[in-house]
């Protein structure tokens, strides 16, 4: 009789998934090709935005993340899983909330990037102030202004700092004179 329980506590499982079984692994096979396609076409259009490597890989990373968790999902819904479906969408919701969090600043200073990007006030070569410290503008990429002193020390700030603090123009490149009436060149 222990047999015979032991047994049908194994079947059981077997009695009712195994027909679902051939429907899961060909969603797990597609679902596999398409995240990799999604993070084929989504790493190369973060390589051609020209971003630092370190943050497409982390980007790519993420997208990736995000995409075996649907995919997780997805099966244990098909499954009939429906509870542990839930608790992987509980959970990627928990770490989205995470991620955007710790992503704040980075986006703050993409935005104040884009900004000084555009402002004619702020452009390699010019010569500005900001607090303590007056130098040349020597590099403005997507996080980060790089000033050097005239000591030849090379301040290095967040564009968010930079966007949010009182900066002042002390001299233009000659070459790149701008009129203040006009703002052109």
């Not at 049908?8 to 679902?20: A, D, Q, T």
């Not at 980075?106 to 900004?115: E, H, N, R, T």
């Not at 700030?157 to 009129?179: H, M």
Request: glycine share 8%; no cysteine; net charge positive.
């Amino acid at each position: 009789m222990l047999v015979k329980d032991v047994l049908l506590m194994f079947w059981h499982p077997v009695e009712h998934y195994g027909p679902k079984l051939p429907e899961l692994v060909v969603s797990l096979v597609i679902g596999f090709i398409a995240i990799k396609i999604i993070l084929l076409v989504a790493t190369h259009a973060l390589r051609v935005t020209r971003m630092p490597k370190s943050l497409t890989t982390l980007l790519s990373g993420i997208i990736g993340v995000v995409l075996w968790i649907l995919l997780f999902t997805e099966i244990a819904r098909e499954a009939g899983m429906t509870s542990l479906a839930i608790t992987i969408s509980g959970s990627a919701v928990v770490v989205g909330l995470v991620l955007a969090n710790a992503f704040a600043p980075v986006i703050a200073d993409i935005a104040s990037g884009l900004y000084l990007a555009k402002d004619p006030d702020f452009e390699v070569g010019y010569r500005v102030k900001i607090g303590e410290v007056e130098g040349t503008i020597r590099k403005v990429d997507i996080r980060k202004v790089r000033i050097r002193d005239d000591k030849g020390k090379l301040h290095i700030y967040p564009n968010s700092v930079v966007d949010k603090a009182a900066w002042t123009v002390v001299d233009r490149d000659p070459e790149t004179k701008i009129d203040d009436k006009t703002g052109k060149k």
